[in-house]
């Protein structure tokens, strides 16, 4: 079987008690592949990132097996970490300290980035990826042709 890869962008808005609705899309492959189990946590950057468990578990590996020096990342990754489970209505509960910490309070973007997704408040979004354009292509991806 091919790898699952999640892409594109959803704007969704959470509920008043912090839900976000599952895009319709990513429904049963998320079903099928995690039996609806996600794992979210803080990214650097200001986002969540938005795990499949399965895909949790690689990553969550790879960061707990980081040395000594990287323990802030692990705490940042690790010791925010909020295991969740899509419900009955195909919503996910984002904590409070979740949303608080990535700036969510309503209309949010779900971004599939590969093997996981980044939920993102839609201005902090905006703002970021008008930042990223302003830098233009990096080195790395000076042979990348479109």
Not at 107 to 118: K, Q, R
């Amino acid at each position: 079987m091919a790898e699952i890869v999640f892409q594109g962008a959803s704007a969704l808005a959470l509920d008043a008690k912090g839900r976000l609705a599952v895009p319709a899309r990513h429904r049963d492959v998320l079903g099928a592949l995690a039996q609806g189990r996600l794992t979210l946590t803080k990214h650097p950057v200001g986002c969540l990132l938005v795990f499949p468990r399965p895909a949790w578990e690689g990553f969550r590996d790879k960061v707990a097996a980081l040395p000594l020096r990287a323990e802030g990342w692990k705490r940042i990754f690790l010791g925010n970490a909020m295991d969740v489970e899509i419900d009955a209505s195909s919503r996910v509960l984002v904590s409070p300290e979740l949303r608080q910490a990535a700036g969510l309070v309503k209309d949010v973007m779900l971004l599939g980035m590969g093997s996981h997704f980044e939920l993102w408040d839609v201005q902090r979004y905006q703002a970021h990826e008008a930042e990223v354009m302003q830098q233009g292509l990096p080195e790395s991806l000076g042979d990348f042709s479109f």
